[in-house]
């Protein structure tokens, strides 16, 4: 847990190998860190002292000494030798001399000179005379000089030649970037944090440790930042600490009654525009590094520099102040004629801040806006206004929508319950009711009702262009479920052309089901117009969040062979969902994400995104996507070994209903985490069940990667034979690549297994590549083809570098394996895990006497005479 006096120190490797490097230059006589404040130069500093411990060399630091009490060489007197004075420079810097040299040994005996380093934390606290001492040592070559700067203008004179001599290497520190700050709070938390709390944290400290530790402190402190079950989140939002309440006011001690008032203008209601401020204020505030001027077009606008000091200002200003200035602003910009779209959306913010209310018509326009900009928190503040002073359809319709993309499913069925009624024409019955399906089918997980609720309304809407609509969301909730042959029987006679709406509420699910069919280029090209589609469209009323377009297009990649650019369309899909605080759409595209780290082999990166796409579901009861998610954890756990994390996982999905477009790979957590426990046979028995499941619903894609791993599992000759079965639907690349692996384990062709562990590696699919690599290494070896073994056997383990520590019965083959038959090495792997050998007998389906026997050649083969010396050689040579 993280302790209130210290903070992880993280993210400045590249810092510390130039310190190390200008200490080690004899030419170099300062390292100077120069950066805002908060941003870490002290702690930097410190450990650049203890480097230089390390390294041999005597060190010091001066000391803070407030400004009344200075007095010349105040701030190092505890490192000067006694009866020096500083109007006698000369005694001073030949007796400080001496002392240092004394301090660093017999510098001839030295291969590497060293010097005594002095911390300086803050240039500017050295009187001259200190200053002028140190210039003196850094050239008689016995001081080396480690300092901070936050300031420029603030130098003395001599100070600052010390950090511009030529001498003097200067490195200029940026905050922290968003990996490093999820560095920090794990381990400051001591486990894990979901990335969407560190993407905020690093949102609001923009990568400022000091920043950071204050508001992980104070966000522990008000119950915000809370451990969940499965990491670090934050529930609520991030706020003030004060501590930085107080360095704000430190800040701004000084400056004018006018910059203050403008200062708090820019907070309630950023960015504002410049034209408006007083002039020569902006110039004040902009030299203090409190704001910042941008200009888009013809308009330069002011904002504040840092977003911790919003939440600081908005917090000390008085309520009276707030309306005033709300109410200024609000007729400043009507004013110059509110043209921008955003203008209303921030008039019904600053009506509502000021008085609680609005006029309907700014709040409905506002909602609308906010809608477009997939903004659901605002959509949520201005619709609920809006119904609060008007009876109409659309405000509920709006509030309905946000509600369920915010998470709070009864909320959103209440309110579209209410706005039942008031649906009187045919466009709002069409809404209602496509905004129930979505409720019920990706929310609620009732996918009866939910065609229910699109059958309830074809019966009373006429219009053939809204019933392609409601055919359109049929064929989208069959896609939801895994039922892609069923999503194109419904999508079958839908017309597209000149129907917007059907296109956007049809053409993902299309191109879902016929990727899932086994059509890929031409789903792939679907799924892109899809997307476009849906970025493009004005009125996204009751349509889904543009990411879940994106998973598609990340499908249709993933079955394409190009796993790594499915991955980076994952990576934007998760910011655009962070953005806008949409938690069905964070849920969603973490649980694709954990999907495509599995298809590459990366079972860390695959836990970390289903420990995020629990989170988010969890704490937002979306039942669906947390059985999802949790499936996904438990077959990356078992994939690591972890088979406590995996039973834990699988026990969480046990009231939770199956869903999912990949509902038929659901089992795959259950079946590899018999294997992590020694029982191939159950994982394979769990497999061939759920293949039957995606052959039911017409799931080519995923029967497909199912049948793969039952090959991996021992059974290649069966995987084979259902994979030929639907080889004549399937035309992309990654079952190409899949089907001539599993032809090839088929086989025992090594050659075969080699070419495949090469385009398999291409498509990004590097643990499969590993095992087909560690495959033909096997069977070279049996033919004793060494050299061919040998090279086989480096491509295994090139591969299995970037796979995370996974383990299979596959990657087993190398190591001990390599001496083994595949028999041998199956059993070996088993008799490793613990079985006996009547269980690894029951586990293969042979007797044990067969066991006994293969068990005495593994001995005499690996030379060892028991278990345990089958095991320790096993560990071994698997680098366990």
Request: hydrophobic letters at 40%; charged letters at 25%; a negative charge.
């Amino acid at each position: 847990m993280v302790d209130a006096m210290t903070w992880p120190f993280v993210g400045r490797d590249r810092e510390t190998a130039a310190f190390d490097e200008a200490l080690a230059d004899g030419s170099c006589h300062a390292f100077i860190l120069h950066g805002p404040q908060g941003v870490g130069k002290s702690q930097l500093a410190n450990v650049c002292r203890r480097r230089a411990e390390q390294a041999g060399h005597a060190t010091g630091r001066t000391i803070s000494v407030p400004q009344s009490l200075a007095s010349p060489l105040a701030s190092v007197a505890h490192l000067l030798p006694q009866d020096v004075r500083a109007d006698d420079p000369v005694t001073l810097f030949r007796r400080t001399r001496d002392a240092l040299t004394e301090l660093d040994g017999d510098a001839s005996s030295q291969e590497v000179r060293r010097r005594f380093v002095l911390l300086v934390d803050d240039l500017d606290s050295l009187d001259e005379s200190t200053a002028n001492l140190a210039g003196q040592l850094l050239e008689a070559g016995v001081l080396f000089l480690a300092g901070t700067v936050s300031s420029l203008k603030e130098l003395k004179p001599v100070a600052f030649s010390l950090q511009a001599s030529e001498a003097a290497r200067r490195i200029d520190l940026r905050g922290l970037s968003e990996a490093e700050v999820g560095d920090a709070m794990s381990s400051a938390l001591g486990g894990p944090v979901e990335p969407r709390t560190v993407a905020m944290m690093h949102r609001a400290s923009e990568g400022s440790p000091r920043y950071l530790r204050e508001f992980v402190l104070c966000s522990l402190s008000t119950g915000a930042l809370v451990d969940d079950g499965e990491s670090w989140a934050l529930v609520s939002e991030v706020g003030p600490t004060p501590l930085l309440e107080s360095l704000l006011e430190r800040r701004l001690a000084g400056v004018t009654p006018a910059a203050r008032t403008t200062l708090n203008r820019i907070a309630l209601c950023q960015p504002v525009d410049a034209a408006g401020l007083p002039g020569g204020v902006t110039d004040e505030l902009e030299s203090l590094g409190l704001v910042r001027a941008s200009r888009d077009g013809r308009r330069e606008s002011v904002s504040l520099r840092h977003p911790a000091h919003e939440k600081v200002l908005r917090l000390a200003i008085p309520s009276s102040e707030r309306r005033r200035i709300f109410e200024e602003e609000t007729a400043l910009v009507r004013a110059w004629g509110a043209r921008r779209r955003t203008d209303q959306i921030r008039i019904a913010s600053w009506q509502l801040s000021a008085t609680g209310s609005a006029d309907p018509e700014t709040l409905l326009q506002a909602a609308r806006l906010a809608r477009r900009d997939q903004d659901f928190r605002q959509v949520s503040e201005f619709a609920e206004a809006a119904c609060r002073v008007g009876e109409d359809f659309e405000p509920r319709l709006l509030l309905a929508e946000s509600l369920y993309e915010l998470g709070d499913l009864p909320g959103a069925w209440k309110v579209f319950e209410d706005a039942t009624d008031r649906a009187v024409h045919d466009p709002d019955r069409l809404l209602l009711a496509l905004g129930k399906c979505r409720l019920l089918a990706w929310g609620l997980i009732d996918d009866e009702q939910a065609l229910d609720v699109t059958a309830e309304a074809m019966r009373s809407i006429t219009g053939t262009p809204y019933r392609d609509v409601l055919k359109a969301a049929r064929g989208a909730v069959f896609m939801a479920f895994g039922r892609p042959a069923e999503a194109l029987q419904a999508l079958s006679d839908v017309r597209f052309d000149g129907n917007d709406q059907a296109g956007i509420v049809g053409k993902g699910p299309l191109a879902a089901a016929t990727v899932a069919t086994g059509r890929v280029d031409e789903g792939l090209e679907l799924a892109r117009e899809a997307y476009q589609d849906r970025l493009g469209l004005e009125d996204s009323s009751a349509i889904p969040h543009p990411v879940q377009y994106l998973n598609t297009v990340m499908f249709a990649l993933e079955e394409a062979g190009r796993l790594d650019e499915a991955y980076r369309t994952g990576q934007q899909g998760w910011e655009e969902a962070l953005a806008a605080d949409a938690a069905g759409a964070e849920g969603w595209i973490a649980a694709a994400l954990a999907r495509c780290s599995l298809l590459r082999g990366r079972p860390l990166d695959a836990e970390r995104w289903a420990s995020q796409a629990a989170s988010v579901a969890g704490r937002h009861s979306l039942r669906g996507t947390l059985h999802m998610a949790l499936a996904r954890k438990a077959e990356a756990a078992a994939l690591k070994g972890d088979v406590a994390t995996a039973e834990k996982s699988l026990n969480e999905c046990e009231d939770l209903p199956e869903w999912g477009a990949f509902r038929s790979e659901l089992p795959l957590g259950r079946a590899w985490l018999a294997v992590a426990k020694g029982n191939v046979r159950e994982g394979r028995n769990v497999l061939w069940e759920a293949v039957a499941s995606a052959r039911t619903a017409g799931h080519l894609a995923s029967e497909s990667r199912l049948l793969v791993d039952i090959a991996r599992l021992g059974d290649a000759k069966g995987a084979l034979a259902g994979l030929r079965g639907i080889s004549g639907a399937m035309d992309g690349e990654l079952f190409r690549t899949r089907l001539s692996c599993v032809r090839a384990l088929a086989e025992g062709d090594p050659e075969g297994l080699l070419d495949s562990a090469q385009a398999l590696r291409r498509t990004g699919s590097v643990m499969l590549a590993a095992e087909a690599a560690a495959s033909a290494c096997l069977h070279w070896g049996n033919r004793g083809e060494q050299r061919s073994a040998a090279a086989a056997e480096n491509l295994s383990f090139a591969l299995r570098g970037h796979c995370q520590g996974a383990a299979s019965p596959g990657l087993s083959l190398l190591g001990v394996a390599k001496h083994l038959t595949r028999r041998e090495a199956e059993i070996t792997d088993l008799v490793c895990s613990g079985l006996t050998n009547a269980e690894v007998a029951g586990t293969l389906t042979v007797s044990k006497r067969t066991v006994d026997n293969h068990l005495q050649n593994i001995y005499r083969k690996l030379g060892v005479r028991n278990r345990a010396a089958l095991q320790a050689e096993h560990l071994r040579q698997n680098g366990n």
